[in-house]
């Protein structure tokens, strides 16, 4: 039965505030095949974040920078494209095709297809299975839950305290995903994954002056060493001023205006770093981390301190919220702030609010459906600068600290034939953190062209504690860049054979 926006209802056995994929996958899974009904509630766009202010349109926009950057090192197609730019506006046409102009009607007929009801309007807690719903102008109706409500609302970009930075109206990332107005100068506050992915197509669509500000001493700090290092000097090699361990102290901008996402909010923009360097810029993007989307949600009234990330079970049921009526998903929850790990846990929570409305049992193995079985030392992530860098699970750092006898390999892509046929100079470097004591994989990272779709054979070793000599048996096709795992499996045991010789 198809769903209804606004309906003129005040029950349903599940509501979800949050349309985003989260969001969306929750009332989905809660629903299929149950009996159950749903009602997603969400005060802008549903799709969320992700379809129309982040994943979609930046992979949109970077996927014609790797096109180019490919292009340029292999022979018989360099000749053509060795000096040749992007059309800028033919990206951005196909961008904006991709977020479907920023319309998420689509995305609402979807969910009513589905049988799922949608609310436009801000939700948030008023008790127990409770939430009151805000629309666009003001009026507020009240709806309850037969059986969960499901937060999903997402995170915020962080906002450092720098004097003068809020004033200045600077960008945010979804002023870097709905770029229409290319900046001169530009300085990006912060070193982590949508910093870099966004001063990669920045420098790609003509910026001219870009200063990347970090008060860590590496970019992409939580990865491992050599990706922040190979980044940097691709970076720097391309005219990117990179400060590292620096910090802005003022922003200054005496001219703001209201132009509008992607466009430039006022005249230059004088930022004063804390080593005393005065720089002027035409427009600041600030790249420094997210915080929760929860301080509008109305958690003090089920005894939850507003503002946090909600810490969840292994079910996705709130902590410290008796009843398990109350589940978070995606963002919200942290501490993994990427949609695929969202629509995962997504995929838990409803499965589990299905299966206890229903009365059943949730099994108690390691690996079944009801059960979050990827924790934060699994969890998989890219980052589609150019050359990729894809990772899983821990890094060397990350297993030392957490007590794990580790056992490290790299190899370069050098090394392996399928490589230097997909570019004639492919530039890129794998490595594995084993735990030798299981003889598992529990951290795994790649870096060069193409390298997302590397990643998901490292996660699933990773996530099923596949033994290292199982592993010997998947063999990789030839000649493929996928050979590197050959190469990092014969480092690993050339290691192991000769600490034996020592011994």
Same mark, same amino acid.
């Given at each position: 039965m198809a769903g209804s926006v606004n309906p003129d209802r005040s029950e349903w056995d599940v509501v979800v505030v949050g349309g985003g994929p989260a969001g969306q996958t929750a009332a989905l899974y809660a629903t299929r095949f149950s009996g159950l009904d749903a009602v997603v509630v969400e005060s802008e766009r549903v799709g969320g974040d992700c379809h129309f202010w982040a994943c979609i349109p930046s992979k949109a926009m970077l996927s014609p920078v790797h096109q180019l950057s490919a292009g340029q090192d292999v022979a018989g197609v360099k000749e053509l494209v060795t000096d040749r730019h992007l059309d800028v506006p033919s990206v951005l046409r196909r961008r904006d095709a991709a977020n479907d102009h920023l319309d998420d009607g689509d995305q609402v007929a979807g969910m009513l297809r589905a049988g799922v009801d949608?609310?436009?309007?801000?939700?948030?807690?008023?008790?127990?299975?409770?939430?009151?719903?805000?629309?666009?102008?003001?009026?507020?109706?009240?709806?309850?839950?037969?059986?969960?409500?499901?937060?999903?609302?997402?995170?915020?970009?962080?906002?450092?305290?720098? *004097? %003068? !930075?809020?004033?200045?109206? +600077?960008?945010?990332? =979804?002023?870097?995903?709905?770029?229409?107005?290319?900046? /001169?100068? &530009?300085?990006?506050?912060?070193?982590?994954?949508?910093?870099?992915?966004?001063?990669?197509?920045?420098?790609?669509?003509?910026?001219?002056?870009?200063?990347?500000?970090?008060?860590?001493?590496?970019?992409?700090?939580?990865?491992?060493?050599?990706?922040?290092?190979?980044?940097?000097?691709?970076?720097?090699?391309?005219?990117?001023?990179?400060?590292?361990?620096?910090?802005?102290?003022?922003?200054?901008?005496?001219?703001?205006?209201?132009?509008? *996402? %992607? !466009?430039?909010?006022?005249? +230059?923009?004088?930022? =004063?770093?804390?080593?005393?360097?005065?720089?002027?810029? /035409?427009? &600041?993007?600030?790249?420094?981390?997210?915080?929760?989307?929860?301080?509008?949600?109305?958690?003090?009234?089920?005894?939850?301190?507003?503002?946090?990330?909600?810490?969840?079970?292994?079910?996705?049921?709130?902590?410290?919220?008796?009843?398990?009526?109350?589940?978070?998903?995606?963002?919200?929850?942290?501490?993994?702030?990427?949609?695929?790990?969202?629509?995962?846990?997504?995929?838990?929570?409803?499965?589990?609010?299905?299966?206890?409305?229903?009365?059943?049992p949730l099994d108690t193995e390691p690996f079944n459906r009801h059960t979050d079985a990827v924790r934060p030392g699994r969890v998989p992530q890219v980052i589609f600068t150019d050359p990729e860098v894809a990772m899983v699970g821990l890094t060397e750092q990350a297993a030392r600290e957490q007590g794990f006898d580790v056992e490290v390999v790299e190899s370069d892509f050098g090394d392996v034939d399928g490589a230097f046929l997909a570019q004639d100079t492919y530039h890129g470097r794998a490595k594995l953190v084993v735990d030798a004591r299981a003889d598992v994989i529990i951290g795994a990272t790649f870096m060069g062209i193409g390298m997302a779709e590397m990643l998901h054979a490292a996660t699933a070793a990773v996530v099923a504690a596949t033994p290292i000599p199982t592993l010997w048996h998947a063999v990789p096709s030839f000649p493929t860049v996928s050979e590197v795992w050959l190469r990092l499996l014969e480092a690993l045991d050339e290691a192991r054979q000769r600490q034996l010789v020592a011994a």
């Open positions: 949608v609310l436009r309007g801000r939700g948030g807690l008023s008790g127990e299975r409770t939430v009151v719903v805000r629309d666009a102008d003001g009026r507020e109706r009240t709806i309850t839950a037969r059986h969960a409500v499901v937060l999903a609302t997402g995170s915020l970009p962080r906002i450092p305290p720098v *004097p %003068g !930075l809020r004033e200045a109206r +600077p960008w945010f990332s =979804r002023d870097a995903t709905n770029i229409h107005e290319v900046p /001169d100068r &530009v300085l990006v506050l912060g070193g982590g994954p949508v910093a870099c992915e966004a001063v990669t197509w920045l420098r790609a669509f003509g910026a001219r002056n870009i200063t990347v500000v970090e008060r860590s001493p590496r970019l992409l700090a939580r990865a491992e060493p050599f990706v922040g290092d190979a980044l940097l000097a691709g970076f720097r090699g391309a005219g990117v001023d990179v400060r590292l361990e620096q910090r802005v102290e003022r922003v200054e901008r005496a001219e703001v205006n209201d132009a509008g *996402p %992607g !466009l430039i909010h006022g005249g +230059p923009i004088m930022v =004063r770093l804390d080593g005393g360097d005065v720089l002027t810029v /035409d427009e &600041v993007l600030v790249a420094a981390g997210r915080v929760s989307a929860g301080v509008d949600l109305g958690l003090q009234t089920v005894g939850l301190a507003a503002g946090e990330f909600l810490s969840t079970d292994r079910h996705m049921a709130v902590k410290d919220v008796p009843g398990q009526w109350l589940y978070a998903v995606g963002d919200v929850g942290g501490p993994a702030l990427m949609t695929h790990m969202g629509k995962y846990q997504a995929r838990v929570a409803g499965e589990v609010i299905a299966a206890r409305a229903a009365g059943r």
